[in-house]
């Protein structure tokens, strides 16, 4: 059977490996408020199938303020939305101490740390509402729990440092456990909250590669980090079973892909074609894993022409889909430096060109 019409059910129908009416079709793995950027009814119900959750962040006004005016003029760090979030975990990029464990040397030392409440009950109700408001529209609800840009690996190495971090992982193995044991708890209480809310796609993105190779061996991330995404998954499915996991990692992660499959992902972001032969893993991995991206380089949508952004949706459509794929770019969309031409280009491409 093929799985026609509402968004959600093409979502779900792609993630499952069943027939759809056309690939779905997103732009993202993280809330874009898409509506509030581009021309007044310029993007039409439809035209991206599914919706992501966002947590409310309990930094207060005051706090955050100073946060900000502690940051170096010429630091280039995002948006609003992302400075919170540095501000709640004590974050300071920038700075030339930026990194709030720097100075930890054993798991006695992560005591004194004010942690985030990430798990406070007000996000919850935040989400529920979320939920509700993007199921009653047809789409399909993803939601990530909060992070400090990674659940585990990248939270651990912005709060010790990256070069500090991976030789924790080799010399101090009790430290890099023990703060990966805390963030995990968090997190699997965040993913269950996120079950429980009803959101059909639970998405947990760490940053394990990069271009050439991964960021830390196989073997490595086996040891430390398979075990600890893995009864998150298992925590969120006992809520809800029927929960599908979308994982997301830039750069070259092909070395642990059969093991993602096995912890129950069913869906990869971005597979970027610069980095991984999107062709390849879907020879391999086609009947048990869904492509989630595929579409462009990290040059693409800020610099491509309209009618080059539609052959490259064409040329992924036709090459991975129909089935398991959901059409995606492949890298962040510079939202300040991305002509709206190239979106539009983009998704009218996904529509025409994903339609039997």
Known sequence: MTISGASRERVLAALAGAEVDRPPVALSFYPIDLEARTPSGAVAPGDVDVRFVRFQSLVSEERFERFVEGIPFDTNLGESELLRTYAEWRYRPGQADPNPLAAATTPADLDAFPWPDTT?????????????????????VGGSPPHLGGELFETAWRLRGLARFLLDLRDNPALAHALLDRLTQACRENAVLLARAGVDILVLDDDVGMPGTMILSPEMWRTFLRPRMAS??????????????LYH??????????????????????????????????RRYGDRLTLWG???????????????????????????????????????????????????????????????
């Not at 406070?120 to 529209?137: C, D, I, K, T, W």
């Not at 298992?234 to 599908?244: F, Q, S, Y």
């Open 249 to 282: 990692s830039d750069g070259v992660i092909e070395p642990i892909i059969g093991d993602l499959i096995e912890m129950g992902v069913d869906a990869l972001n971005p597979v970027q074609p610069d980095r991984m032969d999107p062709r390849a893993i879907k």
């Open 294 to 356: 595929t579409v462009g380089t990290h040059t693409t949508f800020a610099r491509a022409t309209p009618e080059e952004i539609r052959a490259e949706v064409r040329h992924r459509i036709e090459t991975l889909g129909p089935t398991r794929l959901v059409v995606c770019p492949a890298y962040d969309i510079d939202e300040d430096a991305t002509p709206w031409e190239n979106v539009a280009a983009f998704l009218e491409a996904a529509t025409r060109y994903g339609e039997k």
């Open 232 to 245: 998150i998954i298992e925590a969120a499915r006992a809520v809800r079973p029927e929960l599908r996991v």
């Open 120 to 140: 406070a009950a007000v996000r919850g109700a935040e989400v529920r509402g979320q939920v509700a408001a993007f199921r009653r529209a047809g789409y399909a």
